[in-house]
């Protein structure tokens, strides 16, 4: 007979409570535990064999080998909110992380179906695990990066700490085994974490990862895959308690092929309605992302007409950014879908536009600068006639920000709509009012508002409109340009003058016009020499 290897580390292990008396007392603490009498005890020896001792008989049962660390988690903390009872302990070696997890049947240390080698456990090969936070459900690493210094030319190496959760694994195990409101609970006492939301996303996505696979490893085996496709509902309806819901759902259809994904949404919901609700709560930026799935699920049709509604709401809430994303898929989207016959016409963008935004529709003038619209596809046009709309909102309220962070998120063509507008919603009725308005409205003196209106007086410039440039060449104090304005014409130059001084309101510019009369007067005078 060998004689065994000397103990490196023990830990005693109390017996374990019979699950139904946990469920009857959610509040219990975990001290309980540690009053009972200890009932085994984990011995890991030199050699890397870890065992378990039953104090009892004495008899002593070989668990695994090649084991470096090892963790308990069963009453070890005096924590309430202890995130881990589903767990006796973890250990790591050659093999990576693996967890042994009570068994449901008489013997809670059954071998067989105690061990699951979990590789979402698996830790960077660079990372070395140190210790756990049950009440957070974290395994706590350390690896080493390389630094530089001035004082030597030499590398240095840094520890760096790095941590991996391990709730999404316990919350597929207790899934497995149908414990849904046991997993429910241990959900809700992580809510609060900042890692919860991917924890969410990495549950769904492991177990929508397997079903995939499962799937293409053999079609015949209907039996694995009717469990999987199970296991994915329970997986969907544990989420569905928690707003993160969404954010996960069209998260992990992101990072999945698109050929899966009517699988996805057939357990966790269609990606229509699921849009819907994202666009009720006023969560747009989680709306979006679920456009390409309407499209690939639904059709180019039915995720334009979304995408129409999101773009006309986004503009609303001054979410340019992304209503800058949605106008560069309605376009692409819109070279791609071309309708093949008048009927389909009925179901266009343009028309399903038309009872969206009535009045957008309708005051689109009929000059000859509109005829290019007709040549255009009629899914351009409703895009181009919403975001003419919003601009003609912006330019008549004077909200002068707004619009250049309109333009550059949209990539808006301010030029064109200028040339358009001019006598119609960007014109300035009043130079004085007027004035008085935007300065109001731009708040000089930040350096965002400077440069917004540096912005728009390039783009004023570039299609001559006069009244827009001395308003804002004005504000900014631009005297250069104000003189080349003004040269060329002085009865401009009277009519601004004599504002100007007859308004107190705009005392603090009188230095700049009197230093533009000198130059005028100047070069009146060398012109008539």
């Known amino acids: 007979?060998?004689?065994?290897?000397?103990?490196?580390?023990?830990?005693?292990?109390?017996?374990?409570?019979?699950?139904?008396?946990?469920?009857?007392?959610?509040?219990?603490?975990?001290?309980?535990?540690?009053?009972?009498?200890?009932?085994?005890?984990?011995?890991?020896?030199?050699?890397?064999?870890?065992?378990?001792?039953?104090?009892?008989?004495?008899?002593?049962?070989?668990?695994?080998?090649?084991?470096?660390?090892?963790?308990?988690?069963?009453?070890?903390?005096?924590?309430?909110?202890?995130?881990?009872?589903?767990?006796?302990?973890?250990?790591?070696?050659?093999?990576?992380?693996?967890?042994?997890?009570?068994?449901?049947?008489?013997?809670?240390?059954?071998?067989?179906?105690?061990?699951?080698?979990?590789?979402?456990?698996?830790?960077?090969?660079?990372?070395?695990?140190?210790?756990?936070?049950?009440?957070?459900?974290?395994?706590?690493?350390?690896?080493?990066?390389?630094?530089?210094?001035?004082?030597?030319?030499?590398?240095?190496?840094?520890?760096?700490?790095?941590?991996?959760?391990?709730?999404?694994?316990?919350?597929?195990?207790?899934?497995?085994?149908?414990?849904?409101?046991?997993?429910?609970?241990?959900?809700?006492?992580?809510?609060?974490?900042?890692?919860?939301?991917?924890?969410?996303?990495?549950?769904?996505?492991?177990?929508?990862?397997?079903?995939?696979?499962?799937?293409?490893?053999?079609?015949?085996?209907?039996?694995?895959?009717?469990?999987?496709?199970?296991?994915?509902?329970?997986?969907?309806?544990?989420?569905?308690?928690?707003?993160?819901?969404?954010?996960?759902?069209?998260?992990?259809?992101?990072?999945?092929?698109?050929?899966?994904?009517?699988?996805?949404?057939?357990?966790?919901?269609?990606?229509?309605?699921?849009?819907?609700?994202c666009f009720q709560r006023r969560w747009y930026r989680t709306a979006a992302c679920y456009i390409l799935v309407i499209a690939k699920l639904e059709g180019p049709a039915v995720s334009q007409y979304f995408a129409l509604r999101l773009l006309q709401?986004?503009?609303?809430?001054?979410?340019?950014?992304?209503?800058?994303?949605?106008?560069r898929f309605l376009l692409r989207s819109g070279r791609e879908y071309e309708p093949t016959n008048t009927d389909s016409d009925r179901d266009s963008p343009r028309f399903l536009g038309y009872f969206l935004f009535p009045s957008s529709f309708r005051k689109q003038p009929q000059d000859a600068k509109t005829t290019s619209f007709k040549e255009q596809s009629a899914h351009v046009a409703s895009v181009k006639s919403i975001l003419q709309s919003h601009a003609s909102y912006l330019m008549s309220g004077k909200e002068l920000s707004k619009l250049v962070a309109f333009v550059k998120g949209t990539q808006f063509d301010l030029v064109e709509y200028l040339q358009q507008e001019r006598y119609g919603s960007a014109r300035l009725d009043n130079f004085a009012s007027g004035l008085e308005m935007i300065a109001q409205k731009l708040h000089m003196g930040t350096l965002q508002s400077r440069l917004d209106a540096e912005f728009l007086l390039a783009h004023m410039c570039s299609v001559k409109f006069k009244e827009w440039i001395v308003v804002l060449a004005t504000l900014l104090r631009r005297s250069e340009v104000l003189f080349d304005l003004f040269r060329h014409d002085l009865r401009l130059w009277k009519a601004y003058n004599i504002t100007m001084q007859a308004h107190p309101a705009f005392a603090e510019y009188h230095d700049m016009i009197e230093e533009l009369d000198e130059k005028l007067s100047s070069a009146v005078d060398v012109e008539e020499s």
Not at 142 to 163: D, G, I, L, Y
Not at 178 to 186: F, I, P, V, Y
Not at 314 to 324: I, Q
């Open 1 to 277: 007979m060998t004689a065994k290897s000397h103990p490196a580390a023990m830990h005693f292990i109390p017996d374990q409570l019979p699950r139904e008396h946990t469920l009857r007392s959610d509040i219990a603490s975990s001290s309980d535990l540690l009053t009972r009498e200890p009932a085994r005890c984990l011995i890991l020896r030199m050699n890397g064999e870890l065992s378990l001792l039953d104090l009892d008989d004495g008899r002593e049962i070989e668990l695994t080998h090649s084991v470096e660390l090892f963790w308990v988690t069963c009453g070890q903390s005096e924590e309430k909110t202890n995130l881990i009872e589903e767990v006796s302990w973890l250990d790591y070696g050659h093999r990576g992380m693996q967890v042994w997890y009570p068994s449901p049947g008489v013997d809670p240390f059954k071998q067989e179906d105690f061990l699951q080698l979990d590789p979402e456990l698996e830790f960077d090969r660079e990372v070395y695990p140190l210790g756990l936070l049950p009440n957070a459900g974290v395994v706590v690493g350390v690896s080493q990066r390389m630094s530089f210094s001035a004082c030597t030319e030499f590398p240095c190496f840094e520890p760096s700490p790095q941590a991996q959760t391990i709730l999404h694994c316990l919350l597929r195990h207790l899934l497995q085994r149908d414990k849904r409101e046991e997993a429910l609970r241990l959900a809700q006492l992580s809510s609060e974490k900042p890692h919860f939301s991917h924890c969410l996303e990495w549950l769904l996505f492991t177990v929508f990862d397997a079903e995939i696979s499962s799937q293409n490893s053999s079609k015949n085996q209907a039996a694995g895959a009717n469990h999987t496709t199970t296991l994915l509902e329970k997986t969907c309806d544990l989420i569905r308690y928690f707003p993160e819901y969404y954010d996960v759902v069209v998260s992990v259809a992101r990072k999945t092929d698109g050929r899966h994904w009517a699988d996805l949404f057939s357990a966790a919901g269609r990606s229509t309605e699921l849009f819907e609700e």
């Open 313 to 327: 709401a986004t503009l609303d809430e001054s979410l340019y950014e992304l209503a800058g994303e949605l106008v």
